[in-house]
Structures are given as structure tokens and as C-alpha cells.
């Protein structure tokens, strides 16, 4: 495999991707740390704009563009689609003549941890790297949690101080071909960062952010910028439609929905991503492409199946 070394001399290569765009601040300050150490050849693939929960969504259908930008001390683009597409562009040697050896996404505004991983774009910038062989690793900070306060910018760098050595570890992995390749790592910081009790490594949890929709008077109530699109539903010919006064008609009017996270999770066993995070430690989750079913469940459906199949021959 083609890596970085063949263009960067003894230095490994970095790209660095998010889902927050090229200009947040997790992205820059953890580009930033990475330069300063004067280690890595950094290369930057990113979207051009926030691309939040954006999971491991590709643009199949309409065309990507990419502009070359300036981020002090790496060589950079921003991509107008989402984090796997801005990984896969990365890697694919259109634009960029070698492979990176590690791919890092980060550093997220908000923390990654159970069944929210599903939805993270930040995760998905990084499974992306590791479909295709490549070492990858996720990397947020939990800055939401911090009720009352305002977010310390300063902060990302304390996060991204805090992942070099990680991130120097699995290049040294890498270059003594003794990294595993069936599994990409996943890092959530705590709001404390500075007061942090070390790494752990844990497993994935279960706890996600149960979100509920609040109806709201109009398209831009409360900051929502984006256009909503609206689809009118015609009934088909000779159904009954309801002519109930208190129903509202989609032919008439239509109702507008803000998406909004409505419950703080609940926090799972100590050995896990989550409630390791709420402990104050650094937690260093493997994860896989998809993540496995539990033990207990394997063991239920392989006594289950074979009945399935004998009632299934029956009808036959």
C-alpha cells in the first residue's frame, strides 16, 4: 500500500476530517496540535459546511465539489458533501497522490458515546477510513454537557493535546505492522478536560438522546435556517377523506416540526463509553464496521432459527 512516507519523507500522514466543516473550531485546533508537533504531514479533507448526524451518508445521486483552502501548516480542501464522502475523496488518490497512513475525524462539538454513534457524522468520516484498510480514529469532546456555560474554545486544544499520544501510538502501531485491522478506535473527552483522570478503554454502551418534535408557528421560529420541504399527499381517487373541522388539511396548510433533543441519557454499567465519560475519564472505544449483537441474543437466535426453517419446510 502507497502511503503518505512516499511524499513527506520519514513523516507519517494524517488527514484529518470532521463533521462540523472545515472551519470548526475542534477541526482547526486539533490540525493545529497535530502541525505543532512537527511529526506528521497533515492533509485535510473536510465539508465545507456543518454536515452534524450526517452518519455514514454518501452523495450517490449529485455531484461533489472540492476547493483547496487555507489551514495554517497542512495542505487542505473542503468538500461540499458529507464526512464519508470527504474520507473517501481523501483516500481515493483523485486529488491527493498517496494514501494517509491514519485518518483522524475531529475534533466534534459534542460527544459520541452508545447508540448515538449510529448517527454521528464524526464516525462515520472515520468506519469510512477503516472499510478501506486504513487506520482510523474518532475523536470528541462532551462540551455540551456544560449546563449553564459557555462553550471555552480553548478548550479543543486541551482535547487535541490530549490525542497526540494516542495518535502517536497508532502510528508507531502502524508503521511495525502490528495495529489490528478489524477495528477503528472511537474517543470522547470530558467537559473537564483539563481535570481529566487519563484514558480508559471501554466498550459501547447503549445510552443514546431520546429526541422528540416541537411544533413551531413558522420555517424560521428559533434559529432554523434551513428550508423546510413540504409534500403535499393527495389521497388516492375514491378514498374517504376525513372533513373533521379540528383536522388540518395538508391541501390547506401544513404543520412545521423542530427536531429537539428531549432527554438526557441514562447512564449504562461503569465499564462503558458513556458513563466512563460522566467518571471524567478519556474513553477509548473499538469499534467495528457494525456493532455485534450481544452474547446472550447470538445464543437465543441459534436455538430459534432451526424451528423457524422446520415451520417454513412445512408450508411448502
Not at 464516525?123 to 455540551?144: L, T
Not at 372533513?243 to 404543520?255: G, I, M, N, V, Y
Amino acid at each position: 500500500m502507497e502511503n503518505g512516507n512516499s511524499v513527506s519523507g520519514a513523516k507519517p500522514t494524517v488527514m484529518v476530517t470532521n463533521d462540523d466543516g472545515i472551519d470548526a473550531p475542534g477541526l482547526r485546533a486539533l490540525v493545529a496540535a497535530l502541525v505543532s508537533t512537527n511529526l506528521f504531514h497533515v492533509v485535510v479533507f473536510a465539508p465545507d459546511s456543518e454536515r452534524s448526524a450526517a452518519s455514514h451518508c454518501v452523495s450517490w445521486q449529485r455531484v461533489v465539489t472540492v476547493k483547496k483552502v487555507d489551514v495554517p501548516g497542512a495542505t487542505a480542501f473542503a468538500v461540499s458533501g458529507t464526512p464519508a464522502d470527504s474520507t473517501s475523496l481523501g483516500i481515493s488518490k483523485k486529488i491527493f497522490p498517496s494514501l494517509p497512513d491514519l485518518v483522524v475525524s475531529g475534533i466534534n462539538l459534542g460527544c459520541n458515546c452508545g447508540y448515538d454513534i449510529v448517527y454521528s457524522g464524526t464516525v462515520g468520516g472515520a468506519r469510512e477510513a477503516f472499510f478501506h484498510g486504513i487506520p482510523s480514529v474518532a475523536v470528541s469532546y462532551d462540551c455540551y454537557n456544560m449546563v449553564g456555560r459557555k462553550l471555552n474554545v480553548d478548550n479543543f486544544t486541551l482535547c487535541a493535546e490530549a490525542s497526540i499520544p494516542i495518535i502517536t501510538a497508532m502510528l508507531a502501531e502502524i508503521k511495525n505492522k502490528t495495529y489490528p485491522q478489524n477495528c477503528f478506535l472511537n474517543i470522547n473527552v470530558p467537559r473537564e478536560v483539563a481535570n481529566n483522570k487519563g484514558y480508559r478503554l471501554t466498550k459501547q454502551g447503549k445510552c443514546f438522546y431520546k429526541m422528540g418534535w416541537t411544533q413551531v408557528t413558522s420555517e424560521a421560529q428559533e434559529g432554523t435556517t434551513s428550508p423546510t420541504k413540504v409534500m403535499e399527499i393527495k389521497p388516492p381517487e375514491n378514498t374517504e377523506v376525513c372533513t373533521d373541522e379540528s383536522a388540518l388539511s395538508t391541501k390547506e396548510e401544513h404543520l412545521v416540526f423542530k427536531l429537539d433533543t428531549a432527554e438526557t441519557p441514562a447512564v449504562d454499567n461503569d465499564d462503558t463509553d458513556y458513563s466512563s465519560l460522566q467518571a471524567g475519564y478519556i474513553t477509548v472505544t473499538p469499534l467495528s464496521a457494525l456493532s455485534p449483537a450481544e452474547i446472550d441474543s447470538v445464543a437465543f437466535f441459534k436455538k430459534w432459527l432451526p424451528g423457524v426453517c422446520e415451520r417454513f419446510s412445512s408450508t411448502l
